[in-house]
């Protein structure tokens, strides 16, 4: 049997048209919680020109306010900067953090964490995602800054078809 995804842009935010507060964020990405039925793919871009993300088959609640956990270990970030994919630790199975007052949060340790404002937050990469250099503290590798700043945001929602 042959299958394979089909993918709908769920939300998108461009820094440059226009400026998004967390509410209408939430508002857009969580109109209907039961259409994230499969998976969420987030691709975000920074200010410095990096191209990261993270896919989870988890499902994002407004809500919810806990992490919450991916038991089939299929959750995963990216950098498309570096050509590099970072999958969850099978000892840390916490694959996002869904909330009504962050942004796109991915990994217990917070490994990718975007603010609501798009502006602030930081990566933690190698707390919950594999990643060989991991020093336990806060690193540029994925935005090529400090902090996120994001200029481009793309959310998918994932379907197994």
Same mark, same amino acid.
């Given at each position: ?31 209907? +919680? %039961? ?12 200010? !410095?020109? /990096?191209?990261?993300? *993270? $896919? ?23 950098? +498309? %900067? ?12 916490? !694959?996002? /953090?869904?909330?009504? *007052? $962050? ?59």
């Amino acid at each position: 049997m042959i299958f394979g995804f089909d993918y709908s842009l769920y939300y998108k935010k461009n820094q440059k048209k226009q400026q998004k507060n967390r509410n209408q964020f939430i508002q857009e990405v969580e109109m209907d +919680q %039961t259409k994230i039925n499969f998976g969420t793919d987030a691709m975000l871009s920074s200010q !410095s020109g /990096y191209i990261f993300g *993270g $896919y989870s088959p988890c499902q994002w609640q407004q809500n919810l306010g806990s992490y919450v956990q991916d038991d089939t270990l299929s959750s995963f970030l990216f950098s +498309q %900067t570096h050509g590099q994919i970072y999958p969850l630790r099978q000892d840390r199975k916490y !694959s996002i /953090y869904s909330s009504s *007052g $962050y942004g796109p949060t991915f990994g217990n340790g917070h490994d990718i964490y975007i603010a609501s404002d798009f502006k602030d937050g930081y990566s933690n990469l190698g707390y919950a995602y594999q990643w060989d250099q991991y020093q336990n503290q806060k690193s540029s590798h994925l935005f090529g800054q400090d902090k996120p700043n994001i200029t481009e945001c793309e959310i998918y929602e994932l379907k197994l078809i």
